[in-house]
């Protein structure tokens, strides 16, 4: 095994190791450009000394990291059946990130996709998500947990989390590594910037959720 390869498996156990919530604050704040000495500040505002160590914080920020050279999006150069998708998500991140991030060409288009796929998601959701699709893609990743995320919808109702945890826990699907999965059902919907005030005991309707053509065979 050679050094680089001795890295990895380090950094995989420390972010094992890692309270889930600091991990899924790490990912939260990265994604939106701020700094590893920023956000090893804020994890300390939040949970106190019991927090990893700076270098850790930059190991995982890297991790997540899109090397993206495309143009800033605008409306000008941009597909008008698109830009009612992608102005709601513009103006999250521009108000999440107090005005450090604004949206690439690149991103937006994977915002689209997300979107389109996961409507009902809050608008910075949809960007992290869009981020993390182009970090997988970038890295040569799988993407598998993402996919399997969107098609289970867990954050519409308990029973419909319930029934991802079970795809999880069986191993019918790769396990999930977003670290909104982390915790418990309401972590994942705070986390979302979601209440489970009207979610609690909303049903799944399979039959309603496939459209004709997609019966199983």
Partial sequence: MNRQQNGNMRQQRRRRSLDPAVLTAIH??????????????QLVDEFGEWVPSVRTVQD??????????????????????????????????????????????????????????APDLPAIAIYQLARLYMQRQESGHSVADLDSFLAFAPWRGRAFWNSYKEAAEERWIERPIL???????????????????????????????????????
Avoid: C
């Fill in 60 to 117: 995982i920020v890297k991790e997540v990291k899109v090397h993206d050279s495309s143009d800033r999006w605008s409306l000008v150069n941009s597909d008008p059946g698109t830009v009612g998708i992608v102005l709601p998500v513009l103006a999250a991140v521009i108000r999440r990130s107090k005005g450090r991030r604004f949206l690439t060409t690149a991103e937006a288009r994977w915002v689209v996709r997300v979107r389109k796929a």
């Fill in 28 to 41: 939260e704040s990265a994604v939106l450009g701020t700094s590893a000495a920023q956000i090893h500040a």
């Fill in 179 to 217: 670290p909104w999965t982390f915790g418990q059902y309401r972590d994942m919907l705070h986390r979302l910037g979601l209440t489970d005030a009207s979610l609690d005991e909303k049903p799944v309707d399979f039959e309603k959720l496939m459209q004709p053509g997609d019966e199983l065979v």
